[in-house]
């Protein structure tokens, strides 16, 4: 694999256990494998660490890992493969993702929003790859707003944290979001006057 294209992967094997990104990128994952059942998808799924994460769920029948980068799937295949899971090339802004992969219970996408170029077609994405009644989890970290400069080269940008909110309740409908935020390895609903850095929103795809 060529490392040189990596530099905001996290790689488990390549980083101390006790890496503070790391963990907080595992306590991502924990929290949604909380939520998943059935068949689910791990979009820009990466090395594949936090598909085998979800799919230790015995709620989980099937994982499938998607993800851009033929090496970071390769990487994926020889490193975290699992009997529940498998990977396979895929981008978020695809039109056709859905009728190539087909629908989900519980789709996972932790830390893409801020890479995307076109919010609009990776929120179509998320929904209609979700079963009616089925869950949509989506992470981002927050920073100055949409549209504007971003400190992180790999970025388009990074929303402030009422945007994230919003857009979470525009698409999805206020009654069915719920908003999650996260501190080092911490994750919980928001508490008044407590400075966060990354939200987790959880939607249900109204049923038909």
């Known amino acids: 694999m060529n490392w040189a294209k990596t530099e905001e992967r996290v790689i488990p094997k390549k980083m101390s256990p006790n890496n ?6 595992i306590a991502r994952y924990e929290l949604s494998k909380k939520f998943s059942t059935g068949r689910v998808l791990d979009i820009a799924c990466g090395v594949g660490y936090g598909s085998k994460i ?3 769920s015995q709620k989980v029948r099937e994982v499938l890992g998607v993800d851009l980068c033929p090496e970071t799937i390769e990487y994926a295949r020889n490193h975290y493969n699992n009997p529940k899971v498998s990977y396979r090339i895929g981008d978020t802004l695809d039109e056709t993702l859905p009728e190539k992969l087909g629908t989900f219970d519980c789709v996972v996408s932790l830390e893409t929003m801020e890479h995307v170029e076109d919010e609009a077609q990776y929120l179509a994405n998320m929904y209609r790859l979700t079963e009616p009644g089925g869950l949509i989890i989506i992470s981002t970290p927050f920073g100055r707003g949409r549209d504007k400069p971003c400190n992180d080269p790999y970025h ?13 309740k525009d ?38």
């Open 156 to 168: 388009v940008h990074q929303l402030t944290e009422e945007e994230f909110e919003g857009t979470m």
């Open 171 to 208: 698409y999805f409908g206020s009654e069915n979001v719920t908003l999650y935020r996260q501190l080092d390895e911490t994750i919980e609903l928001p508490l008044p006057d407590k400075k966060y850095y990354l939200g987790i929103g959880v939607a249900i795809k109204s049923p038909k």
């Open 20 to 25: 503070g990104t790391l963990l907080e990128h």
């Open 54 to 56: 979800l799919a230790s």
